[in-house]
């Protein structure tokens, strides 16, 4: 509930005291799972060198305990990693494993997610057709299924992809859909994400005025939040946007 509702330093506290008390049980899966979430926290407070090491070691035990399911979500979750680090090859590879498993596991939440990162990984590599295709691929499992948080992520990607590809109507449309679904949805985390790039689309297109309010939003739920990486890259745009409005 925590992590949901982007209180990150409780969800921290939270995962990291339930993790003590799984090992302290001998509880090997119920540690696996607690590492693994609580590396997820870690990534969205941009703490990659702690999420890293604590998905390894929860990959590996989930292993050892025989959940597949969960070494696949485990499996994703380092894709992402990867993706941050800019190991785009990387990170497909274990996007289209863990793709693997969790499809043939009728699993399609879990693949719209995999579908997601390895959209974006393809979108880091040039490969723009495949990307947005698989983008659209995410966004339809997840609409099919009911997953508001895996459908949110799928079009913050899809957003990115067409930004980058140079349609930014298309980008703007997308990015504004996944604000207003994860503001609904409560997902404060990706509600800043996405108000972030539409502020920096709205200002790259001259509309300093719309771009404003979202970046002051994006930049106050960043700091809230504990997101250094996002909260320097909204405070560049902001000043940008305030220099130009005088």
Known sequence: ????????????????????????????????????????????????????????RALVDLRAQGDHLSAADAI????????DRGTA?????????????????????GESEALTGLAVACQDLGRWPEARQLA??????????????????????????????????DARATLDMARK??????LPVEEARAASGLGQLLLASGDGVGAEPMLVGALAAARRMEMPALEAEVSSALGLCLARLG
Do not use: C
């Not at 508001?148 to 109507?169: C, K, M, N, T, Y």
């Open 1 to 56: 509930l925590h992590l949901a509702a982007g209180r990150l330093r409780a969800a921290r506290h939270n995962l990291q005291a339930a993790l003590g008390r799984f090992e302290e049980l001998g509880e090997g899966w119920g540690a696996a799972r607690a590492r693994a979430d609580l590396a997820w926290v870690h990534r969205d407070q941009e703490r990659p060198d702690r999420a890293r090491p604590l998905l390894e």
């Open 76 to 83: 994703v979750k380092l894709g992402w990693l990867d993706v």
């Open 89 to 109: 090859a990387e990170a497909r590879t274990r996007f289209v494993q863990a793709l693997a498993i969790l499809r043939n596991a009728g699993r399609r939440a």
């Open 136 to 169: 659209d691929q995410a966004i339809a499992l997840a609409r099919q299924v009911g997953d508001r948080p895996r459908e949110v992520h799928a079009l913050l990607a899809l957003g990115a992809i067409e930004q980058a590809s140079d349609h930014p109507r």
């Open 181 to 186: 679904l994860a503001r609904d949805g409560g």
